[in-house]
C-alpha cells in the first residue's frame, strides 16, 4: 500500500486521509504540528484513551460532544468531578460512554494537577520524552516505540489510567513530538518547520 494518496486539491497527504472524509482537515491543520499548551495535551491523552479498540473517527466525530461534556478538558475542573459527574456523562450521547474511560479522565486530571506541581507543567515533562531527532529522521511504520514505552510506563506509575503504549506513541505522533507524515506528504515540511521553530518546555528543577 502506499504510504501517501493525492487529494482532490491534487496534495499529496498521508494515505490514512483517505479512511474518512473528517481526517484531511485533522491531517493537514493538526497532526504532528508541536504543541506546548497544557489543556490541549491532557485533551488529546485522553481522546486517545477513549479511541482505545475503537477509530479515530468515532473520537474526532464526537470531539465536540466530548470538548462540552468534559468542560473543555481542563484537568483543573475536571478533577472536582464526582459520581454526579460520571453518571451524566454516562447518560450524554455526544460521547463514548464507557465507565471506565470516563472514570480515567477524572483520575489522570487528578494526577495532572499532581504533575504540574512537581514539574511545572504537563507540557514540560511529558517533552522530556521527545525522542532525539536522528531517531526520527523518516517516519516510521511502528505503533510504539521506546520513548512512547518510557512515557507510558511513568504515567503509570504515577497513577495515570488508559496511557498504554500504543495510546501514548499516537499522541506522541499527533502533537508533533515525533513527524510521522510520510517522506512525500506535503505536510511533512510544514510540521518539520514547526519543529524546528518550536521552544520545547523545560522542567521545573527542584
Given at each position: 500500500?502506499?504510504?501517501?494518496?493525492i487529494?482532490?486539491?491534487?496534495?499529496?497527504?498521508?494515505?490514512?486521509?483517505?479512511?474518512?472524509?473528517?481526517y484531511?482537515?485533522?491531517?493537514?491543520d493538526?497532526w504532528?504540528?508541536?504543541?506546548?499548551?497544557d489543556?490541549?495535551?491532557?485533551?488529546?491523552?485522553?481522546?486517545e484513551?477513549?479511541?482505545s479498540g475503537?477509530?479515530?473517527?468515532?473520537?474526532?466525530?464526537?470531539?465536540?460532544?466530548?470538548?462540552?461534556?468534559f468542560?473543555?478538558?481542563?484537568?483543573?475542573?475536571?478533577?472536582?468531578f464526582?459520581?454526579?459527574?460520571v453518571?451524566?456523562?454516562?447518560n450524554?450521547?455526544?460521547?463514548?460512554r464507557?465507565r471506565?474511560k470516563?472514570?480515567?479522565?477524572?483520575?489522570?486530571?487528578?494526577?495532572a494537577l499532581?504533575?504540574?506541581k512537581?514539574?511545572?507543567?504537563l507540557?514540560?515533562?511529558?517533552?522530556?520524552?521527545?525522542?532525539?531527532?536522528?531517531?526520527?529522521?523518516?517516519?516510521?511504520p511502528?505503533?510504539t516505540?521506546?520513548?512512547s514505552?518510557?512515557?507510558?510506563k511513568?504515567?503509570?506509575?504515577?497513577?495515570?489510567k488508559?496511557v498504554?503504549?500504543?495510546?501514548?506513541?499516537?499522541?506522541?505522533?499527533?502533537m508533533?513530538l515525533?513527524?510521522d507524515?510520510?517522506?512525500?506528504?506535503?505536510?511533512?515540511?510544514?510540521?518539520?518547520?514547526?519543529?524546528?521553530?518550536?521552544?520545547?518546555p523545560?522542567?521545573?528543577?527542584?
Amino acid at each position: 500500500m502506499s504510504e501517501t494518496m493525492i487529494g482532490a486539491d491534487g496534495k499529496k497527504r498521508c494515505s490514512w486521509c483517505g479512511l474518512a472524509p473528517e481526517y484531511t482537515q485533522y491531517h493537514d491543520d493538526e497532526w504532528g504540528f508541536p504543541v506546548s499548551d497544557d489543556i490541549r495535551l491532557f485533551e488529546k491523552l485522553c481522546l486517545e484513551g477513549f479511541q482505545s479498540g475503537l477509530s479515530w473517527r468515532t473520537i474526532l466525530v464526537k470531539r465536540e460532544g466530548f470538548r462540552k461534556a468534559f468542560l473543555g478538558f481542563d484537568f483543573h475542573k475536571i478533577a472536582l468531578f464526582t459520581e454526579v459527574d460520571v453518571a451524566r456523562l454516562l447518560n450524554d450521547a455526544s460521547i463514548v460512554r464507557h465507565r471506565g474511560k470516563i472514570e480515567a479522565v477524572i483520575n489522570n486530571a487528578k494526577k495532572a494537577l499532581e504533575l504540574v506541581k512537581n514539574e511545572g507543567s504537563l507540557a514540560a515533562y511529558i517533552w522530556s520524552f521527545e525522542p532525539d531527532a536522528e531517531d526520527v529522521a523518516k517516519p516510521q511504520p511502528v505503533s510504539t516505540s521506546a520513548e512512547s514505552e518510557a512515557l507510558s510506563k511513568a504515567l503509570k506509575k504515577l497513577g495515570w489510567k488508559f496511557v498504554g503504549p500504543t495510546t501514548v506513541y499516537a499522541f506522541m505522533q499527533a502533537m508533533g513530538l515525533v513527524n510521522d507524515h510520510a517522506e512525500e506528504c506535503f505536510v511533512r515540511t510544514q510540521v518539520d518547520g514547526a519543529r524546528k521553530a518550536f521552544k520545547r518546555p523545560v522542567r521545573a528543577r527542584k
